[in-house]
């Protein structure tokens, strides 16, 4: 990347509310056919028109053509039956009714590959597309045909690989994998998750990114928050490995969190999207509260490997404090440019 200290976001931003019912997860559309079709394009330029005016350096779809970072994606595979739903608790936190593995899962067509194409054509900037990772899909589904998470997951790996190569060759710089659950199953993560990544990026040439995050700022997390005490050390379970495997970069929840900082330390050499803005709240940080958590990030990351990020997408938010929230994110990393240069 040539500009120092480059912006993004974690991925989803919100919804137009003519789209979609604003401020919730999952939530339904309000068109459909071709109007639906159209209603997805006009709010992935409005996103990369937001994104652009708060001066953000690689952008993103805003996550506009999915209703749900992780479920959109199982949608569209073979073996999978929407139909016919179960509860399970997602990340060992909150009920969720879920699809059901029925069978051999594949990809029989692209799933975003046309979307990044359209993103491709309306800019020049580098362009980030986030896809779920393998240990978050099975998280969200009920198994009654592999009967094995492990089984599961590495289909998908071979999946998700297949839709990043097509990513890429449709002009992704950056494919990211959305892992949250590598926060909670610290022992699969090490014995076959961060293999199952490394299996989905295999062969690709753009970078890759793995989100590891707290969640979004809904209650079910807030609350869980709550119950892991004074520090979060959970990242120190899987950053050893991480450090060592192929993916290029670790994108990160800091602002405003527990985790403590210096185990940034344990993923030195790679680079890092620093979470600088906090999803869980309303309230637009300024930009010297941005300033403030990468200052303390350039601690343990060269300053050439700090890619200043927010913690988590920012669906659930108003637009308003979204654009808000770009914007203190853009301005606190110029503060640390300028500082950075003299
Ligand atoms: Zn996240």
């Not at 985790?259 to 940034?264: M, S, T």
Request: proline letters at 5%; charged letters at 25%.
């Amino acid at each position: 990347m040539k500009i120092l200290l480059p912006t993004s976001t974690a991925g989803s931003l919100p919804k137009p509310s003519w789209l979609a019912e604003p401020e919730v997860l999952w939530s339904p559309w309000k068109l459909d056919g071709d109007q639906l079709v159209d209603g997805k394009k006009d709010a992935l330029r409005i996103s990369l028109h937001e994104q652009n005016h708060a001066g953000v350096d690689i952008v993103s779809d805003g996550e506009q053509t999915r209703q749900h970072f992780v479920t959109t994606f199982i949608e569209h595979l073979s073996g999978v039956d929407f139909e016919n739903r179960k509860m399970v608790k997602i990340r060992n936190r909150y009920d969720a009714s879920v699809p059901t593995v029925v069978g051999p899962v594949s990809r029989e067509k692209p799933v975003f590959v046309e979307d990044a194409k359209f993103l491709r054509k309306q800019t020049t900037k580098p362009i980030k597309w986030a896809l779920p990772g393998p240990m978050t899909m099975i998280d969200t589904l009920y198994d009654d045909h592999y009967q094995s998470r492990e089984k599961l997951a590495w289909e998908f790996a071979k999946i998700l690989n297949q839709e990043a190569k097509e990513l890429e060759a449709a002009g992704v710089d950056i494919i990211q994998f959305d892992e949250p659950a590598f926060n909670v199953f610290f022992e699969d993560v090490n014995d076959w998750g961060i293999d199952c990544l490394e299996r989905a990026i295999e062969g690709l040439k753009c970078e890759t990114a793995v989100h590891i995050c707290y969640g979004y700022g809904i209650k079910a997390n807030t609350d869980w928050k709550k119950t892991l005490g004074s520090e979060w050390r959970q990242y120190e379970e899987v950053f050893p490995k991480l450090q060592k495997s192929n993916i290029d970069i670790i994108s990160l929840e800091c602002h405003n969190s527990r985790v403590p900082i210096e185990l940034l330390a344990l993923i030195r050499g790679k680079k890092v999207m620093v979470g600088a803005i906090d999803v869980a709240t309303d309230r637009v940080e300024t930009p010297e509260e941005v300033a403030n958590t990468l200052r303390s990030a350039l601690k343990y990351v060269d300053a050439d490997k700090l890619y200043p990020c927010t913690n988590c997408g920012l669906a659930p938010l108003p637009r308003a404090v979204a654009s808000g929230k770009l914007s203190a994110l853009s301005q606190g990393a110029e503060i640390i440019r300028k500082e950075l240069v003299t």
